[in-house]
């Protein structure tokens, strides 16, 4: 009888350890899986800090171009009209000849390019908030490792990149009509 409650005994303690090493590692398990995703949305914030900012110095480089396109072409029409001022036989030549013109394909570029780059950002951001919801709901779902490795929730909020006008607009439940003049 003793020799049957030891074995039994044996038993009992191999299966209480066969539960704690599968439980350890189902844990260690989905710790590893909200790292990955801790990881992923790091990445992906940085991603979109870095989209930001090469959209904003492409705008930047981009007016300059306008800029100093509109400038050449300033200096070229106040050298010809200040000549022709002077002659009247020139004066009257100008009306007739071809002249420089400040091409208005850059500024619908410039146009093209600021459309594209939004979206693209906007697309980073979507892509960003999905990547902590899928976190948070891991978190959910996953509460018991959770609460033992002391991962929480994330805010989403504090990864989106917006502005003062929709923010005023979503505090304010109200949101006016767009004026372009």
């Excluded at 959209?55 to 000549?83: P, R, S």
């Excluded at 892509?127 to 891991?138: G, P």
Aim: with cysteine.
């Amino acid at each position: 009888m003793g020799k049957k409650v030891l074995i039994g005994f044996a038993i009992f303690m191999g299966v209480i350890i066969l539960f704690c090493v599968i439980t350890v590692g189902s844990i260690w398990s989905h710790r590893n899986t909200a790292v990955k995703l801790e990881g992923r949305i790091e990445a992906q914030y940085l991603s979109n800090q870095s989209n930001y900012d090469n959209m904003w110095k492409k705008f930047k480089e981009m007016t300059q171009v306008t800029d100093l396109q509109a400038g050449q072409v300033k200096e070229v029409y106040t050298g010809m009209i200040t000549g022709r001022y002077n002659n009247t036989n020139l004066l009257y030549q100008a009306v007739h000849e071809q002249n420089p013109r400040l091409a208005t394909s850059v500024y619908t570029d410039l146009q093209r390019e600021i459309a594209a780059s939004r979206q693209q950002f906007d697309n980073n951001q979507k892509q960003m908030m999905d990547i902590v919801r899928e976190y948070n709901t891991y978190i959910k779902v996953h509460f018991i490792m959770a609460s033992l490795t002391n991962m929480k929730t994330y805010d989403m909020s504090q990864y989106i990149v917006t502005s003062d006008q929709t923010e005023d607009a979503f505090t304010k439940k109200k949101a006016d009509e767009i004026r372009l003049k």
